[in-house]
């Protein structure tokens, strides 16, 4: 597979605290990467490492198969978890000033922040210092600051935290255009509906090691139960029930329906497959409603923690 | 380098139109010459006042050498008793009086000065100058020395003093060598204190700000250290220039509108200092041209940037260290500690003795070195002295840096953690 980004065998430690724990991901070209972990998982500290602001103790990092070199940061674009901008300081100018040491030119930066400015529709900020802007506004600016220099590698720490609803639905349009460019993406959260929303790959942090990577959905495939929801109408409920209670594995369920419904859970074992239950219930009673529970990322997610506890 | 460039460039700017330092710049000198103009005026004002002193004299023999001064008019009391005579110095809230008895020899507790308030010690020296002047005339005419020819006789000896390379010094020239070191070495402990914390002030920012981190991903912790340091000493290097050109302008113009001899001034306040003969204009000016001004200014240049640098990556590791400008306390009595001992030992040790064995000593000493040093300097430092000294003080740069870099390249990723030394010390091993 062509990995934009390869992590190998990654330890940091500080003093007697282990922040990882021989931690090796690949990140495929193209893709958008979650990077999951409770808080103080060392989701961070990686992401630093990523960016050469802190050196591993052990281990290799390659990007586009070539070890990561310090000119590697204008290929990279972060956006970090704790992120502000210089209060007194002029919008327009400090955004200049950013993509600068990110290696573009005066003009260049101009041109470019004049079109992500339009984009966003915040020309007229320009002039303003951040401290007359809220908090979702600047995360704007930062937003369009890290993207900037068109890096080939986008970093986002917890990108979502801090904005309103509308903002955070146009910040994600626009991570998943730059993808659509040729950008991929890794991105840090404990917010697991983003992942669901966004991720192709994603990786699971917990307490400095790494519990769980992969493509989404065959690690969702991995942990699905083989257990159905289904929403049935019986002439005689009480009879259908004992005869599937014999069966099979029933458990409630819940969902919402038009239906006055019998809502069952049912869990299948390995031989028997989704065609056969259909089957069998068809014969029995009217299918309203008939779905494979696929476990969300949250639930791998405790699942996994929960495990490794 | 080219990053290091931009930051110098923002970190310049950025001090530069802050507001209170463009207050400051403009308003600094005139507060000074101010300063001046007030103390001479108030000098003056001093000067003019008129002290009426009685005296009592019980001899006689000093009626006529009580002469009225400039700012001593003396009374004769003598046809009073002497109750009387209290009595109405009291009453007219003269000065004081001088009760001279019968016997008068001189010795002390035999003349006595009465009054509400002690009398200034020049006015008590002035009497009793012309006390002794007149008892030492009559004692010698009463040993039968012709006291006109003694007086015509007296040889008047003043020591040219010179050094081996033929260069003529004056006593005065001493205090000018005094005066220009302590100004220097003050000055550089004020731009050291005034920059580093601003140089702190600012890491402190970025921190509270959180833009660090953003940066960080951009350039490396040391390039952008670095260059908030030397963005910040042109910053200071830019301040300096303005207030020597403006200072020199508001000088003359004060000194012109105003009437106020800057010279006169410092001169009467040495005399009070100690009396000496006193030197010309010309020589005081000789004096100070003779000094070595242009190396002066030069080592100016390389100690402030010497001691700067090593005192403000200091600042900057401090800044790094805390959360916020309050938790800097602890932190900054070590700092200044070296600063205040550079400025004392100058100002005592130096001042008496300048290649004594403790001021050479501070003059090596990294820390102390560019006060004590440019201190000394004024009254001429062997050039391997300086060499020696420059050399460990550059270093020592090179390592507090290395270590100053540590901790901020930690300290700045570090949020709500109180550092402690013990932490500090913690980081440089990350």
Same mark, same amino acid.
């Given at each position: 597979m062509d990995n934009l980004l390869v992590a190998e065998n990654i330890y940091k430690r500080f003093g007697s605290f282990t922040a990882l724990n021989n931690v090796s991901v690949q990140i495929p070209r193209g893709s958008v990467f979650g990077l999951l972990g409770p808080n103080g998982a060392g989701k961070t500290t990686f992401l630093r490492i990523i960016n050469q602001i802190t050196m591993p103790d052990e281990g290799k990092i390659y990007l586009d198969n070539k070890p990561l070199h310090p000119n590697d940061i204008q290929h990279i674009g972060y956006l970090p978890e704790e992120r502000g901008l210089y209060k007194s300081m002029k919008v327009g100018e400090q955004a200049l000033y950013l993509a600068r040491l990110k290696g573009l030119s005066k003009n260049d930066a101009k041109e470019r922040l004049q079109y992500w400015f339009e984009k966003l529709e915040i020309t007229d900020w320009w002039d303003k210092k951040i401290q007359e802007l809220s908090k979702g506004m600047a995360q704007k600016v930062q937003f369009v600051i890290t993207v900037l220099h068109q890096p080939k590698l986008l970093i986002f720490d917890e990108p979502f935290s801090g904005f309103d609803p509308v903002n955070a639905g146009i910040i994600k349009r626009e991570i998943l255009q730059l993808k659509e460019e040729g950008a991929t993406i890794l991105f840090s959260t404990h917010r697991m509906e983003s992942v669901e929303e966004l991720c192709d790959y994603m990786a699971l942090i917990h307490k400095s090691n790494k519990l769980l990577d992969g493509k989404v959905s065959e690690i969702k495939r991995e942990y699905k139960s083989n257990t159905y929801e289904v929403g049935l109408e019986a002439e005689n409920e009480a009879t259908l029930l004992a005869e599937l209670q014999e069966k099979f594995v029933l458990g409630k369920a819940s969902f919402r329906s038009i239906h006055n419904d019998l809502k069952l859970s049912i869990k299948l074992n390995e031989k028997e497959s989704a065609n056969q239950l259909l089957e069998f219930l068809i014969s029995r009673a009217r299918v309203n409603y008939f779905v494979e529970v696929i476990p969300s990322v949250n639930d791998i997610f405790i699942k996994t923690v929960t495990q490794h506890a | 380098m080219r990053n290091l460039g931009l930051i110098i460039q923002r970190e310049y700017f950025a001090r530069v139109r802050n507001k209170?330092?463009?207050?400051?710049?403009?308003?600094?000198?005139?507060?000074?010459?101010?300063?001046?103009?007030?103390?001479?005026?108030?000098?003056?004002?001093?000067?003019?006042?008129?002290?009426?002193?009685?005296?009592?004299?019980?001899?006689?023999?000093?009626?006529?050498?009580?002469?009225?001064?400039?700012?001593?008019?003396?009374?004769?009391?003598?046809?009073?008793?002497l109750e009387e005579a209290r009595d109405k110095v009291r009453e007219q809230e003269y000065y004081g009086l001088i009760y001279i008895p019968e016997k008068a020899s001189g010795e002390a507790g035999q003349i006595q000065f009465f009054g509400d308030e002690s009398p200034g010690l020049g006015t008590v020296k002035a009497i009793e100058k012309t006390i002794a002047e007149r008892l030492t005339r009559q004692r010698l005419m009463a040993n039968g020395v012709n006291v006109d020819e003694l007086e015509n006789a007296r040889a008047k000896v003043e020591i040219q003093i010179q050094n081996f390379s033929g260069q003529r010094n004056s006593k005065m020239a001493t205090y000018i060598k005094m005066i220009f070191g302590g100004v220097a070495g003050?000055?550089?402990?004020?731009?050291?204190?005034?920059?580093?914390?601003?140089? %702190?002030? /600012? !890491?402190?920012?970025?921190?509270?700000?959180? &833009?660090?981190?953003?940066?960080?991903?951009? @350039?490396?912790? =040391?390039?952008?250290?670095?260059?908030?340091?030397?963005?910040?000493?042109?910053?200071?290097?830019?301040?300096?220039?303005?207030?020597?050109?403006?200072?020199?302008?508001?000088?003359?113009?004060?000194?012109?509108?105003?009437?106020?001899? %800057?010279? /006169? !001034?410092?001169?009467?306040?040495?005399?009070? &200092?100690?009396?000496?003969?006193?030197?010309? @204009?010309?020589? =005081?000016?000789?004096?100070?041209?003779?000094?070595?001004?242009l190396s002066l200014l030069l080592f100016f240049f390389l100690y402030f940037l010497g001691g700067y640098f090593l005192y403000s990556s200091i600042y900057a590791a401090i800044g790094a260290a805390v959360d916020s400008e309050t938790d800097t306390q602890q932190f900054m009595f070590p700092v200044i500690l070296p600063l205040m001992l550079g400025i004392y030992v100058g100002f005592f040790s130096v001042i008496e003795n300048p290649h004594g064995t403790v001021s050479t000593i501070f003059s090596m000493i990294p820390l102390t070195s560019p006060i004590v040093m440019l201190m000394r300097i004024p009254f001429g430092v062997a050039w391997y002295e300086l060499l020696l000294s420059l050399l460990l003080l550059l270093i020592t740069n090179f390592g507090v840096v290395w270590l100053a870099a540590k901790i901020y390249r930690v300290g700045i990723l570090m949020y709500g953690k109180k550092a402690s030394y013990k932490e500090l010390f913690k980081w440089l091993k990350y």
């Open positions: - | 209170t330092f463009i207050i400051m710049t403009f308003l600094s000198p005139l507060i000074l010459v101010g300063m001046f103009i007030l103390i001479g005026y108030l000098s003056m004002l001093n000067s003019s006042e008129q002290h009426i002193i009685g005296f009592y004299d019980e001899t006689g023999m000093f009626t006529e050498d009580f002469e009225d001064e400039e700012q001593i008019q003396y009374l004769d009391f003598s046809t009073f008793s003050y000055l550089l402990m004020m731009f050291i204190i005034i920059y580093g914390n601003m140089v %702190m002030r /600012s !890491v402190i920012e970025e921190k509270t700000n959180r &833009i660090i981190e953003i940066i960080v991903s951009s @350039v490396k912790p =040391l390039q952008l250290m670095m260059g908030k340091v030397l963005g910040t000493s042109l910053a200071g290097l830019t301040q300096f220039t303005i207030w020597v050109v403006l200072g020199l302008v508001l000088v003359s113009i004060a000194s012109f509108s105003l009437g106020i001899d %800057m010279f /006169s !001034v410092q001169r009467g306040q040495m005399e009070n &200092i100690q009396q000496f003969a006193q030197p010309d @204009v010309t020589q =005081l000016l000789l004096d100070v041209y003779n000094l070595p001004l």
